[in-house]
């Protein structure tokens, strides 16, 4: 039995520690998990989904296995950075933003990594790789997945 | 005290506006206070249905001692306030704000170069004309755009900004209604109606910036969000994002009418739409109505599509060689005539359903008694009146409880429903006694659930816990209930609770909720009229209200029944049917319920069947004579309400072809019987009447055994082998006996459910996931349908809402049993199919 009489609109504050609780486990807000929540503190599914999207920092899918970001900042550009994400978005279908449909790989964009004398540069799961290319990138990825050919 | 605050309310304050001193009331806002004057202001994000939201900056003026520009629909008048509402400053804000909104909004519309020539050809009966790529050919809403008006008022002719179209897809996958957020300009209105006058909470801002959108949870549909479709939504909307779809390619109306809604007991008033004698639309009337503004899907959705049904019968039909052919009134009045006159007065009978208007009641009465001179008509319908209370609920407030007895009202009175949930918004507290969860839960401040049949028990274990919060209560004050003395309520409280399956808790918290409030509203409903247990349940019932009205200061019992519900007369009619003791029958609407017509067909042996009927039915095939009968837009007369307030009715449109106002029919048949047919004809008559004819029962006495159908409830019970109770509830709307999900398309994915609920736990055990598919076995046969886990779903509880034809409800339930409104069954559930067949 709940008692929210009247009460609805209660808690928006509690609502989003809540939220980010449930971030927090499981990577992303699952829909379950929202429902759930939406029953227990009396806010409609809807209200909980329309806190969750105004803030960015709360994502709706599962997280990708593995994030490529590619730099764009000016020393990048000017050194191929738009080549190589032309052809990583050509190969896995993705544009930046976006994750590819079996959940493996997210692309991502950066401006400036901070780090100009690599350029160009790409971020592969948190590790920073310099001087690359379109070739060496695939090879990047292609090496991710080996050793999991071996398992 | 009272009196010295309306003293002060009374105090006119001053206001000046724009160098001139206006009055306003104490409470009112600046925009209030300026509408009041005459003053304009122009706004878009305020309503008057709605509270302040200040959201579209639109109605900005300069106010005296305060800083910037205030909001003035958020802005409280305050004595000698001095307000400017036209500066240039003010002037030039409102159109660069109103740019920033349009910057997103198709704009070819609002200022097409053509505009005022065309405006010529805009009047009523022209469909909208503008060009496309812009959205004004897209949008529906006519001549009745509020962005239109606030262009010309604020006076832009153009948008500077860079603008951008959203190229979101047009919504249209839900019935009733079509969403296209392109037009949407975000001022919220849709979402504070339908979370704080519905309550039912679906829309909501999504995204933030300039990706903010309208929209549900995930995007889901507005069937799967649980939308009422009660249109509140579209009503307020100010452009054409959302838009009704009936009326959406209809040119503007030429006429409106206000009237009452007749599709359920409640009486709503609405305003109906015309154009060259067809309902286009029905919506909320202006004016005060026991709905305030406000109306159920029916209501809203359902008229337009059911008066201008191609089901309608249209022309007089005579059987011909065994086929129903046309024919004029003349022949067809004739025909009927003849035939019924070459029965026995004994042997004829007359049925005719609930919702007609009260003058068409007394003259089906004065009809079966005058004419036919039979007893054989429902003449103690059932009472449509509640003992007292205000239908809207309207005085009801802090202090005051509602109890709720197995009725469902937002199904069967759904803007009754609707205004309980506003009582408990002005602090009124809810109970709820009911075997499946409703949509009134959310409002309830306790929940007792009870199987249908225990509802008795329920009442029971309420009663023994207000009488045990009391401390002085005592041995003879329990005495007084005739039902139980005390060693019985104490050896049945542990079962009571065992019973009803709910704990303790629960009750007590509900008795200290009533012994809080200063008054308790006890609403029966639906669910109860068909217990067999009713005899002891009516007791219980005024044992309940005598020890409230003890503890506090009142204590009423009301009655909410449905059209639906047979009284013993009604039964004793239809078994002469049955019996063939009658031979003729006079039918008005699609009365006996026949689920599948591979049943045998009730009315088969019977030797001379009329039906008047506004729509095709059941029965139209069977009939000698089929006589057109109008529908409720087309005709005058009173109708009164489930709390006794009488309506008027207004004609909207001529009646569709050739049908005829039932009233009018019955004279013309009486007096082709060679009986004086004056007195059925007309409403004026309609006082004359009440002499001489039984007035429909007004007035429900506790003592009296409430309607009741003779049908015996088998006892359920739950065993090994069928381990889990199912409890199925309709899903219908019925009008004189007719479908509505027949003859309105979006009514039928509003009754059809596949869904399965059951609690977490129940889920747990069986391994049985959300959204699978399960298969439900009873003793009778099996059902597939799909599990959705439910928190709110009592362990060992499943629960459905398949309509009563549902091929598998049939299967699980029976053919008897599926004829209440709520079933049981006791069900194992298998996760694949077997041999399957269903
Ligand atoms: S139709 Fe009613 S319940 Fe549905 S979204 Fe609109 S206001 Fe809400
Ligand atoms: S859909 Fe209509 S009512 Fe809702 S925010 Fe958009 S314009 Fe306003
Ligand atoms: S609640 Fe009843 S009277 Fe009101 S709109 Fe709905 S069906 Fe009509
Ligand atoms: S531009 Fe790429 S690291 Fe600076
Ligand atoms: S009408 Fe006042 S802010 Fe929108």
């Known amino acids: 039995m709940t008692d929210n009489n009247g009460d609805y609109g209660t808690g928006r504050g509690r609502l989003i520690s809540a939220l980010a609780k449930i971030q927090k486990k499981h990577g992303y807000l699952p829909e379950d998990a929202l429902s759930e929540l939406s029953r227990k503190m009396?806010?409609?599914?809807?209200?909980?989904?329309?806190?969750?999207?105004?803030?960015?920092?709360?994502?709706?899918?599962?997280?990708?296995?593995?994030?490529?970001?590619?730099?764009?900042?000016?020393?990048?550009?000017?050194?191929?950075?738009?080549?190589?994400?032309?052809?990583?978005?050509?190969?896995?279908?993705?544009?930046?933003?976006?994750?590819?449909?079996?959940?493996?790989?997210?692309?991502?964009?950066?401006?400036?990594?901070?780090?100009?004398?690599?350029?160009?540069?790409?971020?592969?799961?948190?590790?920073?790789?310099?001087?690359?290319?379109?070739?060496s990138v695939d090879k990047l990825i292609d090496d991710l997945d080996a050793p999991e050919r071996g398992v | 005290m009272a009196e010295r605050k309306r003293a002060e309310r009374k105090v006119e304050h001053k206001i000046i506006f724009d160098g001139k001193a206006y009055s306003f009331e104490s409470g009112m806002t600046v925009l209030q206070a300026a509408e009041a004057a005459g003053i304009y202001i122009p706004t878009l994000c305020s309503h008057q249905a709605l509270p302040p939201f200040g959201a579209c900056r639109l109605c900005i003026v300069e106010i005296e001692g305060?800083?910037?520009?205030?909001?003035?629909?958020?802005?409280?008048?305050?004595?000698?306030?001095?307000?400017?509402?036209?500066?240039?400053?003010?002037?030039?804000?409102?159109?660069?704000?109103?740019?920033?909104?349009?910057?997103?909004?198709?704009?070819?519309?609002?200022?097409?170069?053509?505009?005022?020539?065309?405006?010529?050809?805009?009047?009523?009966?022209?469909?909208?004309?503008?060009?496309?790529?812009?959205?004004?050919?897209?949008?529906?809403?006519?001549?009745?755009?509020e962005l239109r008006i606030l262009v010309e008022k604020i006076g832009i002719s153009e948008v500077r900004l860079d603008s951008s179209f959203r190229s979101l897809p047009l919504e249209r996958l839900d019935p009733f209604f079509d969403r296209d957020y392109n037009l949407c300009v975000l001022c919220g209105r849709c979402v504070r109606v339908c979370q704080e006058i519905r309550g039912t909470s679906i829309l909501e801002f999504i995204n933030r910036g300039p990706e903010t959108r309208i929209g549900t949870s995930f995007h889901h549909l507005h069937l799967d969000m649980g939308c009422q479709f009660c249109g509140a939504c579209v009503d307020v909307c100010p452009t054409g994002a959302l838009a009704d779809r009936t009326s959406k390619w209809e040119p503007p109306p030429q006429k409106t009418v206000e009237t009452t809604c007749t599709l359920c007991t409640v009486g709503c008033s609405i305003e109906v739409a015309a154009s060259r004698d067809r309902v286009v639309?029905?919506?909320?009337?202006?004016?005060?109505?026991?709905?305030?503004?406000?109306?159920?899907?029916?209501?809203?959705?359902?008229?337009a599509e059911l008066v201008n049904s191609r089901d309608r019968v249209t022309t007089p039909l005579t059987r011909k060689?065994?086929?129903?052919?046309?024919?004029?009134?003349?022949?067809?009045?004739?025909?009927?005539?003849?035939?019924?006159?070459g029965f026995k007065s004994s042997e004829t009978a007359l049925l005719y359903p609930g919702l007609l208007t009260d003058e068409e009641a007394n003259a089906c009465r004065a009809f079966a008694r005058t004419v036919l001179r039979t007893e054989n008509y429902p003449y103690r319908f059932p009472p449509r009146k509640w003992n007292s209370v205000n239908a809207s609920l309207s005085g009801l407030g802090i202090g005051d409880c509602i109890l709720l007895v197995g009725a469902d009202l937002t199904q069967t009175h759904p803007i009754l429903g609707h205004n309980i949930k506003r009582a408990v918004d002005r602090g009124a507290k809810l109970l709820i006694i009911d075997t499946v969860p409703t949509f009134l839960?959310?409002?309830?401040?306790?929940?007792?659930?009870?199987?249908?049949?225990?509802?008795?028990?329920?009442?029971?274990?309420?009663?023994?816990?207000?009488?045990?919060?009391?401390?002085?209560?005592?041995?003879?004050?329990?005495?007084?209930?005739?039902?139980?003395?005390?060693?019985?309520?104490?050896?049945?409280f542990e079962e009571i609770i065992t019973h009803i399956g709910t704990d303790e808790r629960t009750l007590n918290r509900a008795a200290d909720i009533l012994l809080e409030g200063s008054s308790t509203l006890v609403i029966v409903g639906r669910e109860v009229g068909v217990e067999n247990t009713h005899t002891h349940f009516n007791g219980l019932l005024s044992d309940f209200k005598s020890?409230?009205?003890?503890?506090?200061?009142?204590?009423?019992?009301?009655?909410?029944?449905?059209?639906?519900?047979?009284?013993?007369?009604?039964?004793?009619?239809?078994?002469?049917?049955?019996?063939?003791?009658?031979?003729?029958?006079?039918?008005?609407?699609?009365?006996?319920?026949?689920?599948?017509?591979?049943?045998?067909?009730?009315?088969q042996d019977l030797?001379?069947?009329?039906?008047?009927?506004?729509?095709?039915?059941?029965?139209?095939?069977?009939?000698?004579?089929?006589?057109?009968?109008?529908?409720?837009?087309?005709?005058?007369?009173?109708?009164?309400?489930?709390?006794?307030?009488?309506?008027k009715l207004h004609p909207a449109v001529r009646p569709m072809g050739q049908s005829k106002p039932e009233c009018e029919i019955l004279a013309l048949l009486a007096k082709a019987m060679g009986r004086n047919g004056d007195g059925l004809e007309l409403p004026r008559r309609a006082d004359r009447d009440t002499d001489i004819l039984p007035r429909p029962e007004r007035d429900f006495a506790l003592s009296e055994q409430p309607s009741a159908p003779n049908l015996s409830r088998e006892e359920v019970k739950c065993s090994n082998e069928w381990p889990l109770m199912l409890v199925n509830r309709h899903n219908s709307y019925l009008l004189h006996g007719h479908r509505l999900s027949r003859l309105v398309g979006g009514i039928l994915s509003l009754c059809m459910s596949d869904f399965v609920r059951l609690s977490p736990s129940t889920a747990k055990n069986l391994d049985i996931r959300d959204g699978d598919e399960v298969y439900l076995v009873s003793g009778k046969g099996r059902g597939k349908l799909k599990a959705k886990v439910d928190c709110d779903i009592p362990t060992g509880l499943?629960?459905?809402?398949?309509?009563?034809?549902?091929?598998?409800?049939?299967?699980?339930?029976?053919?008897?049993?599926?004829?209440?409104?709520?079933?049981?069954?006791a069900v194992r559930i298998e996760k694949s199919g077997g041999d399957d067949n269903v």
């Not at chain 1, 896995?92 to 976006?98: L, T």
């Not at chain 2, 202006?286 to 305030?292: A, E, K, V, Y």
């Not at chain 2, 306790?446 to 041995?475: C, H, N, Q, Y």
């Not at chain 2, 009142?554 to 013993?568: K, L």
């Open chain 2, 441 to 492: 839960d959310k409002f309830a401040a306790a929940k007792i659930r009870a199987l249908p049949g225990d509802f008795s028990w329920a009442l029971a274990g309420l009663i023994w816990a207000v009488v045990e919060k009391d401390a002085v209560a005592d041995e003879q004050e329990l005495a007084k209930f005739k039902e139980l003395p005390k060693w019985a309520f104490k050896l049945l």
């Open chain 2, 66 to 145: 305060m800083r910037g520009f205030p909001a003035s629909c958020s802005t409280p008048a305050e004595d000698g306030m001095v307000v400017r509402t036209n500066t240039d400053e003010v002037m030039h804000l409102r159109r660069a704000v109103l740019e920033l909104i349009l910057s997103e909004h198709p704009t070819g519309c609002l200022f097409c170069e053509r505009k005022v020539g065309c405006e010529d050809f805009r009047g009523p009966g022209h469909l909208t004309k503008a060009g496309t790529v812009t959205g004004c050919m897209l949008c529906p809403n006519k001549e009745e755009c």
């Open chain 2, 547 to 603: 020890l409230m009205s003890s503890k506090t200061k009142s204590c009423e019992v009301n009655f909410a029944r449905s059209t639906r519900d047979f009284d013993a007369h009604w039964l004793k009619v239809m078994q002469n049917i049955e019996s063939m003791r009658v031979r003729a029958l006079v039918m008005i609407g699609d009365l006996v319920p026949r689920l599948s017509p591979e049943w045998p067909n009730p009315l």
């Open chain 1, 42 to 135: 009396g806010i409609s599914k809807s209200e909980v989904y329309g806190v969750a999207t105004f803030y960015s920092q709360f994502k709706f899918d599962p997280p990708a296995k593995h994030t490529l970001h590619i730099c764009l900042g000016t020393a990048c550009h000017v050194r191929g950075g738009m080549k190589i994400l032309e052809s990583v978005r050509k190969r896995f279908k993705v544009n930046p933003g976006e994750t590819t449909e079996d959940r493996k790989f997210a692309l991502e964009r950066v401006a400036c990594l901070g780090c100009c004398a690599l350029a160009p540069v790409v971020v592969l799961d948190g590790e920073i790789h310099g001087k690359m290319t379109p070739e």
């Open chain 2, 798 to 825: 499943l629960v459905s809402r398949m309509t009563a034809k549902d091929p598998r409800l049939l299967a699980l339930m029976g053919k008897e049993q599926a004829s209440f409104w709520t079933n049981t069954a």
């Open chain 2, 281 to 303: 639309r029905t919506t909320p009337s202006r004016t005060d109505g026991i709905n305030s503004e406000q109306l159920c899907v029916l209501g809203r959705f359902g008229i």
């Open chain 2, 607 to 647: 030797d001379f069947l009329v039906v008047i009927d506004s729509h095709n039915g059941t029965y139209t095939p069977y009939a000698e004579v089929v006589l057109p009968a109008a529908a409720f837009t087309e005709k005058g007369g009173t109708f009164t309400a489930v709390d006794g307030t009488v309506h």
């Open chain 2, 321 to 341: 060689v065994g086929q129903l052919v046309r024919t004029s009134w003349e022949d067809a009045i004739t025909l009927a005539a003849e035939g019924l006159s």
